[in-house]
């Protein structure tokens, strides 16, 4: 079911940046890494203002950016043709975080047309296993 | 299943205080409404810095609500015996919420030794249709 | 945002009985017990075809019945128009079910164009603690 | 994390006649394809009793195929210690499966003393793209 994406990293990045400029609020802290067919992979630097004490980065951190990978797979799938909304997310907290940077990596299971499916590996620091792992529902509207 | 709570809402939102400060973090937005026998209420005040474009709650800002919540009842209905951690999470977005304070009711389905599984609706405004439904486990630690 | 269902409970029994004769194999199991705005309730008879050892009910067997009462609720508030199709589904399962019948009450929490999404609440004899929790979603066809 | 399991594809696949006699309730349909570390694949024979009209194998039918392999992984990975059960379990229904057997690949994400989490991948005929995905959490008692 793979094809090539339609978007570069760069595009994406650019997209990113012109109509969701708050996701840098405080900050840069995501990096798009890359897009392939039907896959995206984000970077969240690590940075105390996702922290919470012991410094463990927080669940809504963690979903922020798997939410923002998901999207980006779609983007890059499918093009900026509007706005998608997630409608379903479902998280499975495996791990304590390090304190270090956090990697999302995101496989789309379906990419339909109305509704797109993906999947989502968090992994911290050099360990193959994930932190995290969600599943999330992105609901396309008509164009 | 249901007896009365171990812990009184000014009891809870005292131990928040002391044990969690960084929830008030950039100014108070939580409150806790009540606990109740398997249930507990918090708020979360309208401000612009839950807010994504067009002014909407953004998702993190409701999963840290949801999370809070479960929390608080069941740290009401236990007491404070030491940390729980949220295992699994599903959410189901339903609607976009309105310019105003989120009420985020939970009910315990479970509180067993081990695991104590919740269901959250957030509400938004005066509606008493949720404009999301959260589900989540967390894993209590042998004491 | 409730209104009225369009179909009586006889008109969902006699729909399913029509479309659905399959959901009787092996015997009468299955029976609509009420519909209302936005809800619905099924009947699932206590028979040894749906056990485990140990008289415990199977978790497919109840995953057939949560998904069956959100379908007849779904159709009851809609109206017969056309294959509503499972998207998503979420089990939290929490208490072992007695020998006795299961009773499966769905509230839709969202009935929109595209998409609907219900929780439904498994209990067993008389207790008033579910013995699981579901939430689900229908992506429903355009007309 | 990963190691070799303790228990080998027959080892399990003996441990499963012995004990669960039940799930060749009808004929054989359920065969342990492999076991590894962290995983594990079974095949569900395509058959007439699993179906629903269209020639579509049953949601429920998946259900009982996905908790099975997770039970195998587990199984194989930390040896026949007891009943552990089902707490969660998420389904995303993807596409629809043809005629055909249905091969079901589980990979354990966590593997604690606790809790064992893994999602499972169903495939149908040939095509490299899951019908359906699927995350389940199990409770593993205390041995």
Redesign the interface.
Known sequence: ?ATLPVMTRAEVEAFLERE?P?IHHGGRSYAVEAVGPLSACVRLAYHERHL??GGTI????M??LA?LTLYVAILANIGPVGLA???????????KPGRSDLLSECRL??LGK??A?G?VNLLSGSS???IA?V?S?Y?IPNV
């Open positions: 079911m969701f708050q919470r004490p927080s669940g809504p951190a979903m922020a939410d909304v997630t409608t379903n997310l479902a998280f499975n907290f495996l791990r299971l379906k109305r509704l499916v999947e193959p296993d994930p792992h599943t529902t609901s």
